[in-house]
């Protein structure tokens, strides 16, 4: 019988082989096929000249067939070779470094980057859902940035992919979107009448002033008579005054 020609075959490790061996006989004997040097979980079939199995050990085998008829002639053998080689490593999903809760005042501006990485240093890319309204992520830096607009609780959850498409393992968070504190406004003074007083009489005159936000207040004024004075506590002006004439005062809550 004749064997025909095989080329160098290259297989990775642990994948599944299947190579038919052609040959024949001149007199259309049944054959029987037989193999030497084949690579550590490879075997051939004797009835059907297919070489299966699995390899399971790298490196490089010198495999020779040989094919008989049924009369026990043999064909000239045939050698190649076989290169078993180390499978690529396995794709392993990036990882999202843990994000804590947050808390962002209405209206405030947002620069948040969440921190990934990917095992084999892949380009990754980003996403969220559940972003409170306003805000959004970049998905190329992974930035989530923007300005809250609506107030409440947020549940947020990122998840990244690598170039592959594999996803890491979800993150997620809350986010509270708070009420901006109220604009403070400034105090008032209950208006003040012309005040007369005669030279050297005892002067304990209260000025009266809110705040709307209920804050301490301080007083202060200018343009006093001599001899009279301002409490900066309690906007209590007093003293005896000791020189005639009109003065203009000025009065100061803070």
Not at 167 to 196: C, E, H, K, L, R
């Amino acid at each position: 019988p004749q064997v025909t020609g095989i080329p160098t075959q290259s297989t990775m490790q642990g994948t599944p082989v299947s190579l038919q061996v052609q040959a024949s006989d001149p007199e259309g004997s049944t054959l029987i096929y037989s193999a030497t040097g084949l690579p550590a979980g490879l075997y051939i079939d004797s009835q059907t000249g297919v070489i299966a199995g699995a390899p399971t050990t790298m490196g490089q085998s010198t495999v020779q067939i040989v094919v008989f008829d049924m009369q026990g002639a043999a064909s000239d053998p045939v050698t190649f070779g076989w290169t078993i080689t180390n499978p690529p490593p396995v794709n392993q999903a990036p990882q999202v470094t843990s994000i804590p809760a947050q808390s962002t005042m209405q209206g405030s501006a947002v620069s948040l980057p969440i921190q990934a990485s990917d095992p084999e240093g892949s380009t990754l890319i980003y996403s969220a859902t559940g972003l409170p309204t306003g805000l959004y992520i970049d998905s190329q830096t992974g930035v989530i940035a923007g300005a809250p607009t609506s107030l409440g609780l947020s549940i947020v959850e990122v998840v990244v992919f690598d170039a592959q498409g594999l996803a890491s393992n979800p993150v997620t968070f809350g986010w509270t979107i708070t009420d901006p504190p109220p604009v403070n406004q400034a105090p008032q003074i209950t208006p003040v009448v012309a005040q007369s007083t005669m030279q050297g009489t005892a002067v304990s005159f209260q000025i009266q002033a809110s705040d709307p936000e209920g804050s301490t207040l301080s007083y202060a004024a200018t343009g006093l008579p001599a001899g009279l004075q301002i409490d900066f506590a309690t906007g209590l002006i007093n003293g005896t005054p000791t020189t005639v004439g009109p003065n203009t005062v000025h009065v100061t809550v803070y």
